[in-house]
């Protein structure tokens, strides 16, 4: 208890009900001397990397179905990791899956508790075990599965997406017991290996447990993002939510050959080009009336924040490979468009001939693709109400007498921002500030995170983003990678937000 | 000699040079009582049938180069049967090529020559040998390489496209021999067994054979087409011309997440589908400044050639199975639109999402490709220059930042048109009206045929195409069918197109 009276003076009362104070007034950057004591008794980096070096050696690819029982051995070590630190682990059974026409099984989700003590808060921490597909020859510069380090890096699929974080939780809670510090919270683990395939039967399973697994959570963490810059670590808040378009023209009932109907016909495609062209200008501004409607102002206190931001625009636009940005000359623009203002990108078409070479094909039927970004308070009903009025209006314009139609894939998903004041996340950053020595900066991101909004409905409380991985950790494409730095010092970052979480009121959160 | 005086008095002499009289008023609907003895002596029915189910029964598709060694089955059969029809076949090897990552043989090409007369003219025949892909499981009713009869109909892969019109040539020759009737001219055949595979080698061999193989030919005869209805014969005079487009627009190098980087960047495909956009209107008529200055304007005398024309507006778009024609009350404005006019179709776009599914890339680089079919006396050349100058035009207009760029496929192909009134197109409709016992249609297609252009670049002759298949034998597709009729009294048809050929005057062709 006086350990949280004193953090609570430390910090400073009535932080999270503040008239938006400068987000770091209060951080301290000295160490703490129970953190540091703990430290000295952290195992060598070698096993961490061991450690992972295991993980990785997993082939744990959900979309390949032949690669199922990697995934299930995944699951297996992961359970018996939990175990060997004190966790009472559940592998709920998800039944089968039809992939290309085979039954494959769907890997079970871990649930796992370590503490059961009502005095204590409970620290949820999501993950998954599976990987995206790699193979040496897309381009790799060593082994996929062979954990390789090369300058200060370890190479592997699934160091940084999400093998690596994960472990970096494990190691945290390992350095408390191998110490004989006492773990001041309760946590919980929900680990799957399916979330790169759809995350099958997980929504399920959390809505069942609500009043179960899910009923004590103070707070949910996720470590599966990344910083925003390659060396200045960040505390996520905020997510920008997604609504998918499909635009429909069908001219006929099968593909003819120009050459045949060419001139003769009422084609569709040229229909659904154009009404692509209704959407946004040649600066990227969506020409949809009403879509900035309920987009929250840009208030001064948020403004402040987006200006000491670790961000550099000219190793933005080289890392991105781009022609041009929409404010070549403005992070703070550049920075909004991507987090905090809504925007439209056309896909592709479906139903066109999109192979290489010359094919003369009337296509008979083509489907534009198209999402739109939304950002509070934008709804994704909302939005796809003024989208789909837009377009059957622009439809009647055409004059077209072909078919059309427009829909929204499933029903969106929202924005997500959580208050960057909030007393957990004042914890996130003390512990990173601790960790690096350094503020941390706080950041939005441009994506979604379908799971993160299922566990702050289901749960009711605060979700925050803790990414130990660096931009650069090309997580999704080729020589995936985790710094050293980044596995060794996000791992006592944990253990550090652990500690302070720790000192949490529970009636803060 | 007697025999073409008599001839050219039934024509009327002067028919080629007259001032384009009607077209029908002197086609003799009455037998001819040397091709009635002739018909008196042909071979059964069944016969021929047999013969078509023999060479159905090799599946001579030239795009699978596991199905090369019955490419070269096809080209043996074929020589033997013309060999055994007092043929010289000449086996013109191809040598090797390349077919994802293999190398395969090309089929050679033959050269048959029947007759040496220099007192009589040389017809020279071109077809195919091989033939499109089929599977019965892509929804044939029967097994695509067993000829099957069923109402009148012979259905199986190259029934129609393009052995069976081949035989028929064959057939009809072989009723000479029969009969012993003499064969009023020389004849050969250039057959090649990779037209569905790009014509491999066909231009280069055929150009060394100008002065050789070539030096001789008097006419060119093609049945590779057909009818434009179900019931009525016709013969082909005229093609149009193919320009196939690319244009580029480039924003990056490599594909973003649209999630990450959303907002930020110029993105590729709205430039695209905005430049698209600006190339034909709603009602399909090109938007190209200068596109339609060089098109042949429509003479009294043509018009009158489409009015007697055997087409049904409903039944055209039935089969296509469009919404909307462009024309939908005016049969002869929709003709015109499918022959004689240029158009502009949209095929799609390479590069951008077109699977199925919501994928939230940002393409790097999209292509968008489109194609203007074009007709006398518009030049490829001319074309191009136009279409570049105008999207370059528009490209500056937009004023992006991405890069762009747009080109034409290879040099693009003239548009054919011969004289419909030359006497070679009037002994093709009096073997017609023989056969059928009506007065064909002269029609043109909307397509290209690129190896006509060639054997009558080479041969500087009139080139005829003379269908033996009806509108609805689905020649690409599944169920692909020649009727009973189309082949027997397509045969007929040949043979009599044979002996009015024997009347005409060398000087006339």
Known sequence: MSERNSMMNKFGSGVAGSNLPPLDEDISLKKDSDKDDFWLHRRQPSTYIE????????????????????????????????????????????????????????????????????????????????????????GWYTEPFCLTEDDGKLYGRGASDDKGPLLGWFHAIEAYIKTSIRIPINIKFVLETMLESGSEG??????????????DV???AISDNYWLSRNQPCIT???????????????????????????????????????????????????????????CPVLPEEEALYDGID????????????????????????????????CLTLHG????????????????????KFSIRLVPNQRPERIDKLVRDFLVQKWEERGSPNKFQCYMADDGLKPWCANPFHPSYKAARQATAWAYGRIPDMTREGGTLERLLLLQEITGKNVLLIPMGSCDDAAHTKNEKINMENYITGTKLFSAFIHEVGKLERSEL
Chains 1, 2 share one sequence.
Not at 350 to 355: E, I, K, L, R, S
């Open 202 to 215: 997980l929504d399920d399973l959390m809505m069942n447990q609500k009043n179960q697994f899910l009923a």
């Open 51 to 138: 450690t992972l070096r295991e993980a990785v050696g997993i082939r744990s690819i959900s979309t390949w179905p032949d690669a199922r029982n990697e995934c299930l051995r995944m699951v297996q070590w992961t359970a018996a990791k939990l175990e060997e630190l004190g966790f009472e682990t559940e592998l709920r059974k998800m039944g089968d899956q039809d992939m290309d026409g085979k039954s494959v099984p769907i890997p079970p989700i871990i649930l796992a508790t370590r503490g059961n003590d009502q005095y204590k808060k409970t620290l949820l921490i999501y993950g998954h075990l599976d990987v995206q597909p790699a193979r040496q020859s897309d």
């Open 237 to 295: 808040y905020g997510l920008r939510g997604l609504c998918y378009f499909f635009v429909e023209v069908e001219c006929g009932s099968k593909d003819l050959h120009s050459g045949v109907f060419g001139g003769a016909v009422r084609e569709a495609l040229p229909d659904l080009i154009w009404i692509l062209d209704q959407l946004v200008d040649v600066d990227g501004n969506i020409l949809i009336p009403g879509i900035l409607d309920n987009v």
């Open 311 to 342: 961000f550099d625009l000219e190793e933005f636009k080289a890392d991105s490979g781009v022609k041009a940005l929409r404010y070549p000359e403005d992070k703070r623009a550049t920075l909004m468009a991507r987090w905090r203002f809504p």
């Open 218 to 220: 103070d707070l949910v």
């Open 349 to 368: 078409i479906q139903g066109a001939f999109g192979d290489p070479g010359a094919k003369t094909v009337i296509p008979r039927k083509v489907i534009g």
